[in-house]
């Protein structure tokens, strides 16, 4: 993958300035520090940095076509573009490289902003029709890779990061604070919102056309289950597992095709080990190397599982055993790279794993994100099949507050997601300080526009709480801050093959009594990897992934953490309440209290995350 990022002026075709377009660019060096292109002509400028994977020698852009009449710059992958190729080719297209994404402006050439129907691949490119003067932007259909804008009242800036929108000097850097809010009550921001005022990130599966001073945005796909009633026909178990055993490794062997060295993650769990297999299956004569996470507590430790999926498919394994020490010194950094607060220091580990791979010449791994979320993976699902968790006999003043939050996010009461959002509205009231709380109905999340109800209405409960979760948790979360952004820190990409375009629109089709049993969750799945995966392994407990938090940290006397959350810092930046803040401080330094990783909120790590943002990207104090 690689880095992009330009402008293009609204108001006339001024030209670009090279020295902020070389400083946009130049911020992205981490994702692309190959070799770098730009292109300028009157009212726009592109700007590129490349992670040389495919078509080492040819590969560099910005591209034109034929007649130069279309300028493409795009940071990701076409996994069929060997198809797209020799149909275009047989058409009379002229290809100037041998690279994948030189498919994009001669498809445009041929079907305009419908070849996003043509494509498979993770990616968001730029388009620049000079006959037009009109910039396409696409983002892939789930959200693998970024895509950051801002429209200011002259010009229209972009980026793969927002790091790489800041530079220009029309954008004024400010807290977001629906972004922030939304941090403390979701999974993470969720697009277009982000933590910077003015700042949007194009949401997955949507296109944007800037022309003649205007910016119009179109989805051009959605996650989308069938309707109750309205399912595919009933086909036998059989058919759906070996159905789906195929595709994932078709899906595999795409996303092996690569003129670098491809390897993998090993968490220890169902996914990437059957990733793992699969990657066994398509390539035997290839030795991949394999990476994992160890922890020197035995407890959360996986490594067992870990060595045993990587000896049966004879990978060279590469084992970082990871010290809570080693998240607080690397934690300033993962910050810098996610652009945004975290409840987890697990990023911290995600940037290890990618050093790693990068030490061993592996540029592209392929790991196991989007299984839980398409085939039941989490314990909502469990719950949901014993019966809606948000089904209440009360209904006092409090429950009633509930339904409206709820009707207002999701289109449904009944739907149960994570907590009851209007209780934790009072925790957020106490925890912000007094002149954001008084400001708080104006950026509420709760009263922001979130997914298309629509797309719920009318959906089995599995696929209500899948299709959340894809928006609110994989999207802007696991595939956002801790996928891209901690891959591309070490100039390393992923890739995912649960979420082939072919294996997301079968998972719609198979019937949730497959996914989620009364005693196993991604029971399909689970079938799918019957003698792929050792049993071990398949019988396994579901086992999230967790790292050090907040309490590790100041208990340990990390300098720099206790000074991000000392009283005088927090009233002075005047997003938080400090008397909150040190109650949790002293709350939290208690020998026997702890955070659960997975069912708590770890405040002072949201608290302290932000403080660490505010000052790496210069934002101002809240008044």
Known sequence: MCGVAGYMDLRGRRPADDEVLSAMTAVLEHRGPDSSGRFTHPGIGLGFRRLSIIDLATGNQPITNEDGSLVLVCNGEIFNHRELRERLVARGHTFRTEGDVEVL??????????????????????????????????????????????QTAEHFVFGSEVKAVLPHPDVRREVDLAGLDQVLTFPGPVSPRTMFAGVRSLESGHYLL??????????????????????????????????????????????????????????????????????????????????????????IDESPYQRLMAGKVSSRHHEEVFEARDAAESFRRMIWHAECPVKETYNTCSLSLSAAARREGVRVVLTGEGADELFGGYPGYRFDQAGRTGTRSRRGVGELLEDEARHRLWGDERIFYERDYQAWSETKLELYSPEAGARFDEFDCLNLPLVDHERLRNRHPLHQRSYIDVKLRLSDHLLADHGDRMGLANAVEARYPFLDRDVIDFATTIPP?????????????????????PAEILQREKFGFRAPGSPWLLRHDQEWANDMLSYARIKRQGYFNPDTVERLRTRYLRPDFDVHPHLGDDLLLIVLSFGVLVDLFDLPDHH
Request: avoid cysteine; proline fraction near 5%; hydrophobic fraction near 40%.
């Open 105 to 150: 402006i001669h498809l445009y050439e041929e079907r305009g902003v419908r070849l996003l129907d043509d494509i498979r691949g993770q990616f968001a490119f730029a388009i620049y029709d000079r006959n037009r003067h009109r910039l396409f932007l696409a983002r892939d259909h789930v959200g693998i890779l970024p895509l950051f804008y801002t």
């Open 210 to 299: 800037v022309q003649d001073g205007q910016v119009r945005k179109v989805r051009y796909w959605d996650l989308d289950f069938p309707e109750l009633g309205e399912e595919p026909g009933d086909e036998p178990e059989s058919f759906y597992v070996e159905r789906l055993r195929a595709l994932l490794a078709t899906s595999v062997e795409r996303r092996l095709l690569a003129d670098v060295p491809v390897g993998f993650y090993l968490s220890g769990g169902l996914d990437s080990s059957l990733i793992a297999a699969l990657v066994g299956e398509v390539s035997p004569r290839t030795r991949r190397h394999s990476f994992s996470i160890a922890f020197p507590d035995a407890a």
């Open 513 to 533: 009594r497959l996914m989620v049993t009364p005693r196993s969750e991604k029971y399909v799945l689970k079938q799918a990897a019957l003698g792929l995966v």
